[in-house]
């Protein structure tokens, strides 16, 4: 079985500063590790992901993720936030590759402020 | 970039009715498409895979009698709610996997169910 926690509920962080949004998981085998943010009425929009190669992934919107094995974490970073970041994140993992059901985490809401 | 569509985007019913939702891909092909499920401020729970030319996969604990998958071509798979009532009110996300502009699934904007 898989699954992916994340441990906030909810994040501030004024603009500017930088932020983070934190994912562990568990899967069985090599991980396919996902992103996606979500605004209000509107679909998953696809951030980043991790299948292999470097552990540091750079997505989207200046968006980038460090993926730590010894950790079994995979935290969403950004190093300048800006108001319009402020969304719901969903870290996300499948076992078997992209084409694959998602197991999703719980959601964390990612509020930036002036 | 892949585009899928979800209609309607917001559906209110009676108890006992029957709805349907539609999930298409605009413009790719996809032999897959995942149906979710979020309650509000939770995340999404996966309901089922959806085939094309084959018999949806359900996930555990969901009932395929009571929510239909048809995936009737290469573009399009729908999601029908027999016999709703309260509890069945929710966000009903899809997704598809394609490659351009990226390896990855995407998603629906989602339809939200209100059954009274």
């Known amino acids: 079985a898989q699954s992916v926690a994340q441990p906030e509920d909810q994040v501030n962080v004024a603009e500017g500063n930088p932020l983070t949004v934190k994912c562990t998981y568990s899967?069985?085998?090599?991980?396919?590790l996902f992103w996606y943010v979500q605004y209000p009425n509107r679909g998953l929009q696809f951030l980043l992901k991790?299948?292999?190669?470097?552990?540091l992934v750079k997505g989207s919107y200046g968006f980038e993720a460090e993926f730590n094995k010894s950790q079994t974490s995979f935290h969403l970073k950004k190093p300048s936030a800006l108001v319009s970041d402020s969304a719901l994140y969903f870290c996300a993992v499948s076992h078997t590759g992209t084409a694959s059901k998602l197991t999703f985490g719980t959601g964390t809401r990612l509020q930036v402020t002036l | 970039g892949a585009v899928v569509s979800q209609h309607p985007s917001w559906v209110i019913c009676k108890s006992g009715t029957s709805v349907k939702i539609e999930c298409r891909s605009l413009?790719?092909?996809?032999?897959?498409m995942f149906w979710y499920r979020q309650f509000p401020k939770q995340s999404l729970m996966l309901m089922a895979t959806?085939?094309?030319?084959?018999?949806?996969?359900?996930e555990q604990g969901v009932e395929k009698d009571k929510f239909l998958i048809n995936h009737a071509s290469l573009t399009l798979s729908t999601l029908t709610v027999t016999s709703a009532h309260p509890e069945d009110s929710s966000f009903y996300i899809c997704s598809a996997p394609w490659t351009v502009p990226q390896e990855t699934q995407y998603f629906g904007p989602g339809t939200r169910l209100l059954v009274l």
């Open positions: 899967v069985s085998g090599n991980p396919y």
């Open positions: 959806s085939n094309e030319g084959s018999k949806a996969t359900y």
């Open positions: 991790y299948i292999t190669g470097d552990n």
């Open positions: 413009d790719f092909q996809a032999t897959t």
